[in-house]
T-cell receptor, first 116, second 118 residues
């Protein structure tokens, strides 16, 4: 089955700096890669996702890049703000196992702390 | 509109007891997923429903775990003879199952049920 590894496990940055979180996956058939933000005691919320037919996607201060050959993808947050502090999870999905729906395999999470 | 809801928000039980966790998906979402999240870890897939049927239950850890979705909407996760190792946050998610190019069918998560087995 799919295995997703995520680094780093913790990341501290100064407000205004950029943050980068990296993930690798094992199943070359995976083609959908969402990123979720989870604040303490809250539910995971999708912040951005990318399909394997594109290499990069951007939404305001957040961007995701995908390298299918190397089987890794990254989350980039620019101009970080204290409210960006949370745990971020990457995930990968292989629809071959579940039809049109997508069973997600998650990374272990990155605790991002933005210092004011 | 209303998001995914789960009840109870917290459940404390004793080892060996039976528990039921409920999930109300977003109206119209045909796909429903159960995940388990242990402290400091990412959610781990348990089971996925497409309509009323369990399309994939490969993530259920053993036969003490069972889930149903009899009318294709609300789902109940049932755990028999609970063990201390079952303590975790149980998350439910739902999504549409549109097909075709460009459809990603985002999974919307509920707030979770925190299960503590003493």
């Amino acid at each position: 089955g799919e295995n997703v590894e995520q680094h780093p496990s913790t990341l501290s940055v100064q407000e205004g700096d950029s943050a980068v979180i990296k993930c690798t996956y094992s199943d070359s058939a995976s083609n959908y890669f969402p990123w979720y933000k989870q604040e303490l005691g809250k539910r995971p919320q999708l912040i951005i996702d990318i399909r394997s037919n594109v290499g990069e996607k951007k939404d305001q201060r957040i961007a995701v890049t995908l390298n299918k050959t190397a089987k890794h993808f990254s989350l980039h947050i620019t101009e970080t703000q204290p409210e960006d502090s949370a745990v971020y999870f990457c995930a990968a999905s292989n629809p071959l196992n579940s039809g049109s729906a997508r069973q997600l395999t998650f990374g272990s999470g990155t605790q991002l702390t933005v210092l004011p | 509109g209303a998001g995914v809801s789960q009840t109870p928000s917290n459940k404390v039980t004793e080892k060996g007891k039976y528990v039921e966790l409920r999930c109300d998906p977003i109206s119209g979402h045909t796909a429903l997923y159960w995940y388990r999240q242990s402290l400091g870890q990412g959610p781990e897939f348990l089971i996925y429903f497409q309509g009323t049927g369990a399309a994939d239950d490969s993530g259920l850890p053993n036969d003490r775990f069972f889930a149903v979705r009899p009318e294709g909407s609300v789902s109940t996760l049932k755990i028999q003879r609970t063990e201390r190792g079952d303590s975790a946050v149980y998350l439910c998610a739902s999504s549409l199952t549109l097909t075709g190019a460009g459809t990603n069918n985002e999974q919307f998560f509920g707030p979770g049920t925190r299960l503590t087995v003493l």
